[in-house]
């Protein structure tokens, strides 16, 4: 059988999935898992690219030793980042990571001068710093000599793509994250990137998902062991697109929204166009492209965070912390305490059980005492804060949806699942857990021909 591979880069870690199709059925395996990470050097905080990229070799490596039949390979990365090369095909500098600081009060600073909403009913995308708008908005206010003799931005799927093939374009999924294309047309908003002063020729061509970007270069084959055939193909590289598309499509026609449950949790539906109302903009939803010329129309909210981060304490008090212990101690517990999960004072307080603590103390309600009461806290806000988003989008949609969908590593909480059922008061099911390796190999295999759709996996495992 023909084997996809997957490769997956998150912010903490990166892996190669290797997945084959047979009559319906597809079969995952994990053949290389590595570790990512930031490094703060003088000024700024970088991702080691080149640490990536040898790792994501080390990978491929692995599996022309494992002796899989590869057709193709498909590369999602996490939004927003992006590296410069020059006219020679050099890379010009180590990513910038999207925390570093130096988009601080830039949004701001920008819409002092431009009008807020017009803006968004250009490019549909929630005003956030992290953004690609003003990461090159700080380097034009620096006069950074990369923009200067830059011959390309590449998003990091991208960047990954051109040193396999050599071939320099843009993902359009990915590139939607960038605040910088245009909603509707799904192409680069000319008009604000004159506006920003930066240099056109930056801006490469647009592919979609599906397209084949080219074949491995001669030392990639070297190194790797690997066949000439293989293409790499442009999958939803933007993490949370490849995710979407591997949502299982409702039999009975009714409208499905989707949860992508993690750090991060990204509540949405798919859309044939966006909506760039200012009662979206408002209500932080963002229009980001997915599959098939898709939008994914989504609020971005605080996932499994905050109850990472009470983990993390715990476990550097040497508390137990068995994850079903905890769940166990949350179900019997019944403290009824909510906290606004996107309140600034749980984006990174020094100690989270104190920051949930002195939330409860000042708007009298019952303070935790437990672990269990912690847990069951946090997973019911997070509960409560999804009603909230799904009111927010059920009023800006023609007809209610009908059905969530949760999926990735927080669609195992079952407690956190009931909860957000409870609280929804329609349908919740619960997977894929691996849905971004799966929406990735499902779009390799729809552009090899190797399957029409994605409705003709009936089984996953």
């Known amino acids: 059988m023909n084997t996809y591979l997957a490769v997956d880069f998150g912010g903490g870690s990166g892996r ?66 992006f590296g410069l090369i020059d006219a020679q095909g050099n890379l010009l500098g180590n990513p910038v990571c999207y925390r570093d600081p130096r988009t601080n009060g830039l949004p701001e600073e920008f819409f002092a001068t431009t009008d807020v909403a017009q803006h968004y009913a250009r490019t549909g995308i929630q005003v956030m710093p992290i953004n690609t708008l003003f990461q090159l908005y700080s380097m034009c206010k620096n006069d950074d000599a990369m923009l200067r003799v830059g011959h390309r931005l590449l998003f990091m799927p991208d960047l990954f793509s051109y040193f396999l093939t050599g071939i320099a374009n843009n993902e359009y999924c990915i590139a939607s994250t960038s605040e910088l294309l245009d909603a509707r047309t799904r192409s680069w908003n000319r008009e604000l990137i004159r506006q920003l002063a930066l240099p056109e020729h930056l ?45 299982p499509q409702s039999a009975a026609g009714k409208r499905c ?80 305490s909510l906290i606004p999960v996107d309140d600034e004072a749980f984006q990174c307080p020094t100690d989270m059980e104190e920051a949930i603590r002195s939330y409860c103390l000042t708007h009298q309600q019952p303070v935790p005492a437990s672990s269990g009461e912690y847990v069951r806290c946090v997973l019911q806000s997070l509960a409560q804060r999804y009603k909230q988003g799904m009111d927010q989008l059920n009023r800006l949609l023609p007809a209610p949806v009908e059905e969530l969908h949760i999926m990735g590593g927080g669609c195992r909480n079952r407690l956190l699942n009931r ?32 399957i029409a759709d994605r409705n003709e996996i009936i089984e996953i495992c």
């Open 257 to 336: 929204a989707f949860l992508s449950s993690g750090t991060w949790s990204l509540l949405g539906v798919e859309l044939d166009e966006p909506i760039l109302t200012e009662e979206a903009r408002l209500a932080g939803f963002t229009n980001e492209g997915g599959v098939g010329g898709k939008i994914r129309f989504l609020q971005n909210i605080t996932g499994l965070w905050i109850l990472q981060r009470l983990i993390a304490q715990w476990e550097e008090r040497g508390i137990d912390t068995d994850y079903d212990r905890l769940l166990a101690a949350a179900e019997r517990a019944t403290i009824d």
């Open 16 to 81: 190669i999935m290797a997945g084959s199709i047979d009559q319906g059925r597809l079969t995952l395996e994990e053949v290389y898992r590595f570790p990512n990470r930031q490094i703060r050097m003088g000024n700024h905080l970088y991702w080691d690219f080149l640490a990536l990229f040898e790792e994501m070799k080390n990978g491929l490596r692995l599996a022309a030793r494992k002796g899989y039949a590869i057709r193709s390979i498909g590369i999602d990365t996490w939004g927003v980042d």
């Open 203 to 247: 801006f490469g061509d647009l592919v979609l998902p599906g397209t084949i970007r080219g074949k491995l270069k001669a030392d990639i084959l070297e190194e790797t062991g690997l066949n000439p055939t293989i293409d790499v193909i442009a999958v939803g590289s933007h993490d949370t697109a490849s995710a979407v598309y591997a949502v």
């Open 419 to 450: 909860f957000t059922q409870e609280a929804l008061g329609i349908p919740v099911y619960a997977g894929p857990v691996e849905a971004t390796a799966i929406g990735n190999i499902l779009v390799q295999a729809i552009a090899t021909g190797a």
